[in-house]
């Protein structure tokens, strides 16, 4: 755990301060540097528009951080007000709510994030994220009804209540911080599951349209497979977006009580 | 309760689902931005083809009507038609029903792949727990997890088929082609399995009657593969049959690496093609295999754990 959270803290490092170490401007064009290979000017070569791939590497990360920082902020406020709401009142709220779950769960997941980006003809970094957000709260709205639906039988429920604390009141000064702990977990895995889904987005030629998000890199890196010489322009975001899968499975199943001392 | 009533409760559930399904499909595409008549006329078509494109599309009636036409469509086989000149194109059921192997055919074999790679691997991590070979295993299973599935498929196709030449690369046919996509959805498969695979059996192994059956002497291969797993099975039918399901759509990248028809492939052309139909049809067609599914895990609980059988 203590590695996934130390190779986590670096990711995220990389994604704040990564644009300004990055030697060069990840969109500067120069045909008469394609393809180079790793040498002191170029660390990691560049790539077929005569890119450098290391400020590429930079700004894509700060490209994951945003998109995946966004998504899961979003979704897990979202998922967790609708789950305690659901939780919290039961009955037809609760039917309502839930049915809209299932609707969602039976829905594949990533075909209503790539519906949603292909109805705008150049999707930019808001509509991905919104896409992502729209199935992206089902997760964190099943676990928080679940958590309440325990919860709200605690005693310290019924001391607020018998104090005069109003529903809100409870649900969200009682209920939610005691939810946080299991949403904390998902949250976590959800860094990764928001990098692997925006990086199909891309590789399908849906993904925000700027040329340094890591899917875009790995699409541009996996059609210029055949070129001998390219070959490792692949390898740098597969794996970037492999150190941050490693990162936050080591770190969510360190955190996650049920599987602690596993792995 | 018995089988009988058990089936058609679930199917009938199912079919609630299915029909949300296919109304917030339809609520979805109107409200979306862009015309599927402007993608099907192009720039200069008259207002007269576009009204005639319209009729043909069913985009002048009102949005009951639509959806009840849908579901007549349902009913009669052809899952609607497409436009324009719906005589001589397929009907959407003809052209999804064309895809439909491929996409069924690597699902199953992505299973297969995944489960034989899974089961074994869980079980020895769980019953070499501690040791250099539960850490080789989460070390495999983690990088299934970790590798990005385009990354994997494309030097999958560099190594075995551009280098080595040892099996069929893209657009090719026949069942060798199938091995090497099956090859890159049963290894993502495998990763998320044998987690779960070992995590239960752990769980299990800790058990009594794991326990007595050791104490009774019987060879150690029988109380893992019997008693056992048997008993560990259940979670990781739950998520098997869960990953199947995303399986349909969700081998889209697989399906572009290899330039494989597929369901995926099919749905995501009608979606940027704003070709209604298809995309109606298409989703119908996932959610009631999705369904599907899911009763057939639920029987396959049954057939695995006596105890909760229906009855």
Same mark, same amino acid.
């Given at each position: 755990?203590?590695?996934?959270?130390?190779?986590?803290?670096?990711?995220?490092?990389?994604?704040?301060?990564?644009?300004?170490?990055?030697?060069?401007?990840?969109?500067?064009?120069?045909?008469?540097?394609?393809?180079?290979?790793?040498?002191?000017?170029?660390?990691?070569?560049?790539?077929?528009?005569?890119?450098?791939? *290391?400020?590429?590497?930079?700004?894509?990360?700060?490209?994951?951080?945003?998109?995946?920082?966004?998504?899961?902020?979003?979704? +897990?406020?979202?998922? %967790?007000?609708?789950?305690?709401?659901?939780?919290?009142?039961?009955?037809?709220?609760?039917?309502? *709510?839930?049915?809209?779950?299932?609707?969602?769960?039976?829905?594949?997941?990533?075909?209503?994030?790539?519906?949603?980006?292909?109805?705008?003809?150049?999707?930019?970094?808001?509509?991905?994220?919104?896409?992502?957000?729209?199935?992206?709260?089902?997760?964190?709205?099943?676990?928080?009804?679940?958590?309440?639906?325990?919860?709200?039988?605690?005693?310290?429920? #019924?001391?607020?209540?018998?104090?005069?604390?109003?529903?809100?009141?409870?649900?969200?000064?009682? #209920?939610?911080?005691?939810? #946080?702990?299991? +949403?904390?977990?998902?949250?976590?895995?959800?860094?990764?599951?928001?990098?692997?889904?925006?990086?199909?987005?891309?590789?399908?030629?849906?993904?925000?349209?700027?040329?340094?998000?890591?899917? +875009?890199? #790995?699409?541009?890196?996996? +059609?210029?497979?055949?070129?001998?010489?390219?070959?490792?322009?692949?390898?740098?975001?597969?794996?970037?977006?492999?150190?941050?899968?490693?990162?936050?499975? %080591?770190?969510?199943?360190?955190?996650?009580?049920?599987?602690?001392?596993?792995? | 309760?018995?089988?009988?009533?058990?089936?058609?409760?679930?199917?009938?559930?199912?079919?609630?689902?299915?029909?949300?399904?296919? @109304?917030?499909?339809?609520?979805?595409?109107?409200? &979306?931005?862009?015309?599927?008549?402007?993608?099907?006329?192009?720039?200069?078509?008259?207002?007269?083809?576009?009204?005639?494109?319209? /009729?043909?599309?069913?985009?002048?009636?009102?949005?009951?009507?639509? =959806?009840?036409?849908?579901?007549? /469509? &349902?009913?009669?086989?052809?899952?609607?038609?497409?436009? !324009?000149?719906?005589? /001589?194109?397929?009907? $959407?059921?003809?052209?999804?029903?064309?895809?439909?192997?491929?996409? =069924?055919?690597?699902?199953?074999?992505?299973?297969? $792949?995944?489960?034989?790679?899974?089961? !074994?691997?869980?079980?020895?991590?769980?019953?070499?727990?501690?040791?250099?070979?539960?850490?080789?295993?989460?070390?495999?299973?983690?990088?299934?997890?970790?590798?990005?599935?385009?990354?994997?498929?494309?030097?999958? @196709?560099? @190594?075995?088929?551009?280098?080595?030449?040892?099996?069929?690369?893209?657009?090719?046919?026949?069942?060798?082609?199938?091995?090497?996509?099956?090859?890159?959805?049963?290894?993502?498969?495998?990763?998320?399995?044998?987690?779960?695979?070992?995590?239960?059996?752990?769980?299990?192994?800790?058990?009594?009657?794991?326990?007595?059956?050791?104490?009774?002497?019987?060879?150690?291969?029988?109380?893992?593969?019997?008693?056992?797993?048997?008993?560990?099975?259940?979670?990781? =039918?739950?998520?098997?049959?869960?990953?199947?399901?995303?399986?349909?759509?969700?081998?889209? =990248?697989?399906?572009?690496?290899?330039?494989?028809?597929?369901?995926?492939?099919?749905?995501?052309?009608?979606?940027?093609?704003?070709?209604?139909? &298809?995309?109606?049809?298409?989703?119908?067609?996932?959610?009631?295999?999705?369904?599907?599914?899911?009763?057939?895990?639920?029987?396959?609980?049954?057939?695995?754990?006596?105890?909760?059988? $229906?009855?």
């Amino acid at each position: 755990m203590k590695i996934g959270a130390a190779m986590f803290v670096l990711f995220v490092v990389l994604g704040l301060f990564g644009p300004w170490l990055a030697p060069y401007d990840p969109t500067h064009v120069d045909l008469t540097l394609r393809f180079l290979p790793a040498s002191s000017a170029h660390w990691l070569g560049t790539d077929s528009n005569g890119i450098d791939t *290391l400020s590429q590497l930079l700004w894509g990360a700060r490209e994951a951080l945003v998109i995946s920082t966004s998504v899961v902020a979003i979704s +897990a406020a979202l998922g %967790l007000a609708i789950g305690t709401l659901a939780g919290w009142y039961r009955g037809v709220v609760d039917e309502i *709510l839930m049915r809209l779950v299932d609707i969602m769960m039976a829905f594949p997941g990533i075909l209503l994030n790539i519906a949603i980006v292909a109805t705008v003809r150049r999707p930019g970094l808001g509509v991905v994220i919104f896409a992502l957000c729209a199935n992206g709260w089902v997760g964190y709205a099943r676990v928080a009804r679940g958590q309440v639906l325990a919860l709200r039988e605690r005693d310290y429920v #019924l001391a607020a209540r018998a104090l005069g604390a109003s529903g809100p009141r409870i649900m969200f000064s009682h #209920l939610v911080p005691n939810l #946080l702990g299991p +949403a904390l977990v998902q949250i976590t895995f959800g860094f990764g599951a928001v990098i692997t889904i925006e990086a199909a987005l891309s590789f399908l030629g849906l993904g925000p349209q700027v040329d340094y998000t890591w899917g +875009a890199m #790995l699409a541009q890196g996996t +059609a210029f497979l055949w070129k001998s010489g390219f070959r490792t322009y692949v390898l740098v975001p597969g794996l970037a977006i492999a150190w941050v899968m490693i990162a936050v499975n %080591l770190l969510g199943d360190g955190l996650d009580p049920q599987k602690r001392g596993t792995l | 309760m018995s089988l009988g009533s058990f089936l058609l409760r679930r199917l009938g559930s199912g079919a609630i689902a299915i029909l949300g399904v296919t @109304v917030l499909v339809f609520a979805f595409l109107h409200i &979306v931005p862009g015309d599927p008549i402007d993608h099907l006329a192009g720039g200069e078509a008259t207002p007269e083809q576009r009204a005639a494109l319209e /009729h043909c599309l069913g985009l002048d009636q009102p949005a009951g009507a639509q =959806i009840v036409a849908f579901l007549g /469509h &349902v009913a009669d086989g052809t899952l609607g038609h497409q436009c !324009p000149d719906p005589a /001589h194109k397929p009907t $959407v059921a003809a052209r999804i029903f064309a895809v439909m192997p491929y996409t =069924i055919f690597l699902a199953i074999a992505g299973m297969l $792949v995944g489960v034989i790679l899974a089961l !074994p691997l869980g079980v020895l991590a769980a019953v070499r727990r501690g040791t250099w070979v539960d850490t080789l295993a989460s070390v495999a299973a983690l990088s299934g997890i970790a590798i990005p599935m385009m990354l994997f498929a494309s030097l999958a @196709v560099l @190594v075995f088929f551009a280098e080595l030449g040892w099996l069929p690369g893209p657009t090719e046919t026949g069942p060798a082609a199938l091995v090497l996509p099956a090859l890159c959805v049963g290894i993502h498969l495998m990763a998320m399995l044998s987690r779960m695979t070992r995590s239960s059996m752990v769980e299990v192994l800790g058990e009594d009657y794991v326990r007595t059956a050791r104490a009774k002497g019987l060879p150690e291969s029988r109380v893992l593969f019997v008693h056992a797993l048997r008993n560990a099975l259940l979670p990781v =039918i739950t998520v098997a049959g869960m990953q199947f399901g995303s399986l349909l759509t969700g081998a889209i =990248i697989v399906e572009k690496v290899f330039a494989r028809p597929g369901l995926g492939t099919t749905l995501l052309e009608a979606i940027t093609e704003r070709d209604y139909p &298809v995309v109606q049809g298409t989703v119908f067609v996932i959610a009631v295999i999705y369904v599907l599914v899911n009763i057939a895990v639920d029987l396959a609980y049954g057939l695995i754990d006596p105890r909760i059988r $229906v009855r």
